[in-house]
């Protein structure tokens, strides 16, 4: 069943891509889309620093500056993933003000989370009622507990991660879907319906801070009606392209939306 969880592997220095996809569930951005967002960017930064040259040589200078947004080996800046997101109406939020606190409380009411440092992004996200960590440097995804989120998000915090929760409506995606009425152990094997308890891959915690009671009740009818929406299907590629095709229309014409 864990095959059913979209996980792309770390190819070359793409893990932006990789991170948006995997977050996504599905190819839903290549290199060359989000080398479009930081075109995109550096032309809007170039327009603002442009206003304030004030000679010839200021603005040549300004024109030979590097790209802020995107480099040759494949990395792009968390506006790059922003600007993806917002095609899918969803944003990021740091955690590191003291008004979010309370979301790294108690993390398993968000939907997905988007970690950051020494420019290698992934996420971490729900799927069904369990939360994986979709790291591309990872073989396959890796089961976090309820009971250790928390920890595992602090724990990464400590390592000098940033750490950005994601705020919108997910699209919908197979995993999804079928993780609402299976659950899996660490091994990625089906579990028993009940008793939702499962083992965080990094081992258990005896802590009693961060922790969350678990669902004990299966809804046969949720179950049914769950399996029955698996037979609709995710956005198609073809989808997924026409959004992009009508957001890059709108950044470049805005007169006309």
Known sequence: KMDSIY???????????????????????TAVDLAQFAHQLDEQELATM???????????????????NMDDSGYFSIQVINRALQVWN????PTMSPSMKHVLDDPIHQSAFICNH?????TIRKLGRQWFNLDSLLKKPKLVSDTYLCLFLTQLQMEGYSIFVVRGELPSSEADLLLQVITLDATG???????????SFTGSSSSTECQSSTDESF?????????ASLEESPPSVEETRQRRIEYFARHHNPESS
Not at 90 to 93: D, P, Q, T
Not at 219 to 227: K, N
């Open 7 to 29: 996980h792309e592997k770390q190819e070359g220095f793409l893990c932006a891509q990789h991170c948006l996809n995997n977050l996504l569930q599905g190819l839903f951005f």
């Open 50 to 68: 442009v206003e304030g040259a004030g000679t010839s040589d200021d603005l040549r200078r300004l024109h030979e500056q590097p790209s802020s």
């Open 90 to 93: 969803l944003e990021l939020v």
């Open 118 to 122: 020494q420019q290698h992004w992934f």
């Open 189 to 199: 094997h089906e579990t028993a319906s009940k008793g939702n308890s499962i083992t």
């Open 219 to 227: 809804d046969l009818e949720l179950a049914t009606a769950i399996s």
